[in-house]
């Protein structure tokens, strides 16, 4: 990936995202299946290392959020991008329909629960942002379900307002705390999303993975699409921005996605704890202690 560019892909909020102007698909960065392996084996070496000296400077934190049409891919990113990265380190959590305790809560409360300690990269497979997508799209979520004051839903337009400035805040709140936060955007197309769901039917293996839903929610596409372009416009900042990748092709997602994650972490101002001369000659001295140890 030597023509790598992480500016093809970053949204930072310097110029106006059009979700209509946004690929698809992408031009190839792997001519084989075994330079795939090659170069998707390296990507999680390196990601690996990264989180280890991530772990023992222990003043960042990551939060990597994804974000998608369903079938776009994002499962299978998460699990191959992070598949050699020492799981001490990294923690996934995945949000699907709140449950009654998180409903009596803020829309904020349950991803608080489950942000990045320092030293380690967090996963979030959807996120708050569902808040502004999903319930932005179908609105009765929020009037019928989420017991807001009658007088707070009103005006359904202030309603999003609000809650994309509580996301800013939240981000320059974590950024301020040395937890750094990306988000993807997933982006598959219509025609291609409808082969995956129709292979989802008809192969047997992967019937567990069809939700009628997913079929009611294609109806709404352009509204999802108009959803998610005034999200990314109206959250996308430099302390915290955006990479929509085309998602089209998964083995081409999953070795970008894995290059900007390691990028991030490349641009944090992290070394392994020095340990001093003094220090040294302290540690140096054990040496004697542990192979005295072995005569006993």
Same mark, same amino acid.
């Given at each position: 990936?030597?023509?790598?560019?992480?500016?093809?892909?970053?949204?930072?909020?310097?110029?106006?995202?059009?979700?209509?102007?946004?690929?698809?698909?992408?031009?190839?960065?792997?001519?084989?299946?075994?330079?795939?392996?090659?170069?998707?084996?390296?990507?999680?070496?390196?990601?690996?290392?990264?989180?280890?000296?991530?772990?023992?400077?222990?003043?960042?934190?990551?939060?990597?959020?994804?974000?998608?049409?369903?079938?776009?891919?994002?499962?299978?990113?998460?699990?191959?991008?992070?598949?050699?990265?020492? $799981?001490?380190?990294?923690?996934?959590?995945?949000?699907?329909?709140?449950?009654?305790?998180?409903?009596?809560?803020?829309?904020?409360?349950?991803?608080?629960?489950?942000?990045?300690?320092?030293?380690?990269?967090?996963?979030?497979?959807?996120?708050?942002?569902?808040?502004?997508?999903?319930?932005?799209?179908?609105?009765?979520?929020?009037?019928?379900?989420?017991?807001? $004051?009658?007088?707070?839903?009103?005006?359904?337009?202030?309603?999003?307002?609000?809650?994309?400035?509580?996301?800013?805040?939240?981000?320059?709140?974590?950024?301020?705390?040395?937890?750094?936060?990306?988000?993807?955007?997933?982006?598959?197309?219509?025609?291609?999303?409808?082969?995956?769901?129709?292979?989802?039917?008809?192969?047997?293996?992967?019937?567990?993975?069809?939700?009628?839903?997913?079929?009611?929610?294609?109806?709404?596409?352009?509204?999802?699409?108009?959803?998610?372009?005034?999200?990314?416009?109206?959250?996308?900042?430099?302390?915290?921005?955006?990479?929509?990748?085309?998602?089209?092709?998964?083995?081409?997602?999953?070795?970008?996605?894995?290059?900007?994650?390691?990028?991030?972490?490349?641009?944090?101002?992290?070394?392994?704890?020095?340990?001093?001369?003094?220090?040294?000659?302290?540690?140096?001295?054990?040496?004697?202690?542990?192979?005295?140890?072995?005569?006993?």
């Amino acid at each position: 990936m030597s023509d790598f560019k992480i500016e093809d892909y970053r949204i930072d909020g310097t110029s106006k995202f059009d979700i209509k102007k946004a690929k698809t698909k992408f031009k190839d960065i792997y001519d084989t299946k075994e330079e795939y392996e090659t170069m998707q084996s390296e990507s999680a070496k390196e990601l690996d290392e990264l989180q280890s000296m991530m772990y023992a400077h222990n003043r960042y934190g990551l939060l990597v959020i994804f974000q998608a049409m369903d079938a776009a891919g994002k499962d299978g990113t998460i699990k191959h991008v992070l598949s050699g990265v020492n $799981p001490v380190g990294v923690k996934i959590h995945s949000f699907k329909r709140p449950t009654e305790t998180e409903l009596e809560h803020d829309f904020l409360w349950r991803t608080n629960q489950v942000l990045p300690q320092r030293g380690t990269i967090t996963i979030f497979n959807r996120s708050y942002y569902e808040e502004v997508l999903v319930v932005k799209v179908e609105p009765d979520i929020l009037t019928k379900s989420q017991r807001l $004051p009658l007088e707070l839903t009103e005006d359904l337009d202030k309603v999003w307002k609000h809650r994309y400035s509580d996301i800013r805040s939240l981000e320059k709140y974590l950024y301020r705390n040395g937890i750094r936060v990306i988000k993807f955007f997933l982006n598959v197309s219509k025609e291609e999303q409808a082969a995956r769901l129709i292979e989802r039917i008809e192969d047997p293996s992967k019937n567990w993975k069809f939700e009628e839903q997913d079929v009611k929610v294609r109806d709404k596409w352009n509204e999802y699409m108009a959803a998610y372009e005034t999200c990314i416009n109206e959250t996308a900042s430099k302390k915290a921005p955006w990479y929509v990748v085309p998602a089209d092709d998964k083995k081409n997602l999953r070795l970008t996605v894995s290059r900007i994650i390691t990028e991030e972490l490349k641009n944090m101002k992290m070394s392994y704890p020095d340990s001093g001369p003094e220090r040294t000659e302290e540690l140096k001295s054990f040496i004697e202690v542990i192979n005295n140890q072995n005569k006993v």
